[in-house]
């Protein structure tokens, strides 16, 4: 342990804030281990990737054939896992995303996406690209600057960003930015963009996580995406669906573009497309766009583009998600756990909003619901102990690993988790939210559910 502690970094962190990670000795199913033997909930799938929980055995026999039989190729040659991997994301990517640039993480699939858009456009000088700033796409410099979080202003402290990158403002309804309420704001947050794109002329691209991730579990209102889309259109801008976090069947389909039927010209996905057995980045693009680089030179690569082991991870994935839909089982808990997250926000004060789809939830905490006054904001996040920080601790002291965020903690378990690990994890959770509600006011004030735009 004193070798991990003092010679490995611990990431997104000063380091002395490093000393006492959990010793994770063995996972399975939605449980994790630590060196004593004391068991954990995962319900946050690790790093909101492993969707099909831990020791699934189709995914480790694939994977180990796969590493018998060629652990590596260079990207320049063809092999049965490109086309094997190919064909499964084929078969579940919106109609129109025909061909796939393949990494190893979500990061370099957004930065491989935007190189891309913009070297589609290089004859018009195109190059901006629009993103929000609720939002994480990755941490080297192109994706970083894409990130509208705390961690992009780290990284503009060091000049380490890159030029061309705006940020639009987020359709989060609990927290309008535009200080109106759906539906009578007519879905003010898409339609800026179109004022955006005009005013800052040369947008190659709008970047954006369907449903946000890391930065709130925020599911924008039915009308948003095809607005967008149209705006897109009419101004010939790319839409570009970062699916890293969302995608991967966490809200219950392939990926949560496809709760509003909207065919972007790009995508980008990992976590969830292989469950986090084997690391892989993709960036799909529509047959236009690979029809420019017939040409054109996609000046772009790794070595580990296409790597086999990684690409191993795709099709048992694919199919283990729809052997797992098709006995119902995810749709009735994700069901489930909307309505015990439900009734664990109105028993706790400190709950401002629930929001969320499928396996993909958020409890945003407050001091105060009426005011909706924040616990901690956006500026307090690396610079203090915050409040998701005492809970979350609480909840693992509880037996149950949750993620948290400035503002919320991310419930984001396992596809696989039953309707009794929600309910273990629900009363851990209940236990731990005592600490902020100690710290909260009292009001009259409801919780909000603002999943579909609409404050409940
Ligand atoms: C939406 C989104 N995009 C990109 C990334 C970056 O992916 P990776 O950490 O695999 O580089 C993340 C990581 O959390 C993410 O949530």
């Known amino acids: 342990m004193d070798t991990i502690i003092n010679n490995v ?22 449980y994790m281990y630590d060196e004593n033997g004391d068991k954990y909930i995962d319900f946050s799938s690790q790093l909101m990737c492993s969707n099909l929980g831990h020791g699934n055995k189709a995914l480790i026999d694939g994977i180990k054939k796969q590493a018998e039989k060629a652990a590596y190729i260079a990207p320049g040659f063809a092999d049965e ?3 094997t991997a190919t064909e499964a994301l084929l078969k579940i990517v919106p109609e129109g995303l025909e061909n796939f640039f393949y990494s ?30 609720h939002s994480y796409h990755g941490a080297t410099t192109t994706s970083v600057t894409l990130t509208g979080d705390p961690r992009r202003w780290w990284a503009e402290r060091v000049k380490n960003t890159v030029p061309g990158i705006r940020h639009a403002p987020d359709p989060y309804c609990y927290r309008c930015p535009f200080d109106k309420e759906y539906p009578d704001c007519d879905v003010q947050c898409a339609r800026y963009y179109k004022y955006m794109i005009e005013e800052e002329g040369n947008v190659a691209g709008i970047l954006f996580e369907p449903i946000v991730g890391t930065n709130g579990k925020i599911v924008p209102p039915d009308e948003y995406y095809p607005i967008l889309r149209e705006i897109c259109d009419e101004h010939d801008v790319l839409m570009i669906d970062d699916e890293v976090m969302a995608g991967g069947y966490r809200t219950g389909k392939p990926f949560a573009i496809d709760h509003w039927d909207v065919k972007p010209d790009m995508m980008t996905m990992a976590k969830g497309i292989t469950g986090a057995y084997t690391p892989l980045g993709a960036t799909a693009t529509t047959q236009e766009i690979r029809d420019y680089f017939e040409e054109n030179v996609f000046c772009h690569g790794h070595t580990y583009a296409g790597h086999p082991l990684c690409l191993s991870g795709v099709a ?19 069901e489930y756990l909307k309505e015990r997250l439900y009734e664990l926000g109105e028993n706790h004060i400190s709950v401002g909003d ?66 009794e690990e929600v309910d273990d994890a629900i009363e851990a959770l209940d236990e731990a939210l005592e600490i902020s509600d100690k710290k909260a006011e009292k009001t009259d004030t409801p919780v909000s559910k603002s999943s579909d735009g609409i404050i409940h």
């Open 104 to 133: 190893t993480s979500g990061t370099e699939a957004n930065e491989a996406a935007v190189k891309a858009a913009r070297l589609f456009f290089e004859d018009e000088g195109k190059f901006k690209i629009i993103s929000r700033y």
């Open 81 to 83: 896992t490109k086309a």
């Open 316 to 334: 048992p994935a694919i199919k283990e998600y729809e052997k797992l839909f098709n006995t119902n089982k995810p749709q009735e808990v994700a």
């Open 9 to 30: 970094y611990g990431t997104w962190r000063a380091e002395k804030n490093w000393k006492t990670p959990t010793f994770v000795d063995k996972v399975e199913g939605v």
């Open 354 to 419: 629930v929001r969320g789809k499928g396996h993909f939830w958020g409890l945003e905490l407050v001091k105060n619901r009426e005011t909706k006054e924040p616990f901690d904001v956006k500026s307090d996040k690396f610079r203090k102990t915050l409040m998701t920080d005492k809970v979350a601790a609480e909840a693992m002291k509880n037996g149950v690993y949750v993620v948290n965020w400035y503002d919320h903690l991310a419930i984001t378990p396992p596809l696989t988790i039953t309707k």
